[in-house]
């Protein structure tokens, strides 16, 4: 009896496959295991692969043949005949001599049925059609609605006249809304910055509704690249010479350097997804002439900064603008790359515009500098030597980053604010945005984790449901909620770095139990909420600092992100009850890689058949797997094998 049966197969056009899984991992499977490597003609995925052989490592079947495709035609041959024999011997009462009877006087659904429908000429005789059988299922009466049911069906029809008031309703509703806030609104300021909030929350809303399915994760990646942008917050709030003075300096300086880790090693992660979809047949690619307006961008600014110009909100809604350009980008494989360097000039945009805007004194600027520089050479470093395999989960890693200077960034904020709360008129407001911004953040950077452990395979991937977790998550969210009152009642300045600290433990344990609760085959949709989340923290940030490019972003990531979580979600329910029209790779290749469903490996739990998925990168239909040349052959095999039922497992 077979243990566990793995397809796989995962192929870099143009190059050798890589080895995905070790000569000690297969020999840590069950004796009577079966392995099928589809990437047998590249090399191989396992390291025990024998290309063009079928062989025994150690009660390991290893299956490697490399003309699958060819051996269709014996294969749909033999399987039409043994179609057409089983059918005749069917029809045959007479199981060891052949014969059958036609008549036409059968009931619907037996054996004369099936016989007399098959039968075309009989005595030199045409008898086909068959004539109509006897005993053919009748469906049931309509059963006529009474008076009564007519009546309440038609009053329950919503009319015209309703469906437009109720619209009508909800329009005015809204208006009012817009006029109450402008009335509670405590300066002209915070009126702009909400009406740049609501746009490009809007323009977000209406990025991403396109995007290609097998780009949602090198989408996910840019968008939390761009989430960097918490540097801004950093760098607004950092002070001192070249070391920083003060405890909130020194926050900033650390959020700054964490948040240069994720810009750099976002963005390589995403250029690294993308090139996984070049083919050698490609054209040359020039990547490098995107330097020009790149050059043009911050160039004329510095320029321009010079001259005695201060045109940095220009340079934040050109900074902007680059990121709406990315997200669009991103939508198809024709422009992904054009979407990524967009990315990359709207934060450099963004960073210089910030510098630019400070005019910091040479020793200052030299730790704003370093701290990048540092941050900027780790995230590269690391995006650079992490498998391909592992680019999912490292995009969760370095988006905790962003969650954790959030948090940082808004205490240093408070910490800095603190004093003048007295006589601001906004300091309330403030206070708000700072205690939500770090309720966010906190979510963030340990939900983010979690799906790093889970993807990576340090955590188990079943979900952890832990008992009267619900109880436990309402009571993290009421006491997360119910904090906000002596932090807004008490001035004092204990009480209030109290909360926002308790808030930061409160909302880093919700984060955990939130999203230790959900499988590992959906942790690349929780990450995606994150990211959503992340957006709007950063929306926080720049309601605190004043900042349009803060404020444009988040809400361009805020929004995008939530409604990528939305289709993500949808695709993937489809996918595992409906046959979907693709599987995201680089959504699933994690999980394939670490675990199941049911907490254990696939390489040493007692699985009956597992299908990984086989790619060759980008989407794939589903109904076009399952009826491929190669697999219909690899069934032939594995029932010559295994004379037991095989169950397939699809996510």
Known sequence: MVKSVVLFSLILLGKKAPVLFSKEMIESMKEGSVVVDLAAEAGGNFETTKPGELYIHKGITHIGYTDLPSRMATQASTLYSNNITKLLKAISPDKDNFYFEVKDDFDFGTMGHVTRGTAVMKDGNVIFP???????????????????ELDAEKAAAITPFRKTMTTSSVCAAGLTGMLGLGLVAPNLAFSQMV???????????????????ALHSPLMSVTNAISGLTAVGGLALMGGHLYPSTTSQGLAALATFISSINIAGGFLVTQRMLDMFKRPTDPPEYNYLYLLPAGTFVGGYLSALYSGYNIEQIMYLGSGLCCVGALAGLSSQGTARLGNALGMIGVAGGLAATLGGLKPDPELLAQMSGAMALGGTIGLTIAKRIQISDLPQLVAAFHSLVGLAAVLTCIAEYIIEYPHFAMDATANLTKIVAYLGTYIGGVTFSGSLVAYGKLQGILKSAPLLLP????????????????????????????????????????????????????????????????????????????????????????????SGAILSYIMCVVRNTCRRKETDFLDVWMCLPFILSKNESTGSILNRNTRFFIGIHFLLGSWDCRHVLSHPALLQIFKILHMIVPTFLTIKMF
């Open 130 to 148: 068959a004539p109509t059988p006897k005993n053919i299922p009748q469906d049931a009466p309509v059963k006529q609605k009474t008076v009564a």
């Open 195 to 213: 009406t740049t909030f609501g746009l490009a929350g809007i323009v977000g809303y209406h990025t991403v509704w396109g995007v290609t399915p």
């Open 468 to 559: 009267g977790r619900h109880l436990l998550n309402a009571g993290l969210l009421a006491a997360s909620v119910g904090g906000i009152i002596p932090f807004m009642v008490d001035p004092s300045f204990t009480t209030g770095i109290t909360c926002l600290g308790s808030v930061s433990a409160l909302s880093a344990v919700m984060g955990v139990t939130l999203t230790a609760a959900i499988g590992g085959a959906d942790m690349p949709v929780v990450i995606t909420v994150l990211n959503s989340y992340s957006g709007w923290a950063l929306c926080a940030e720049g309601f605190l600092l004043n900042n349009n490019l803060l404020t444009i972003v988040g809400a361009l990531i805020g929004s």
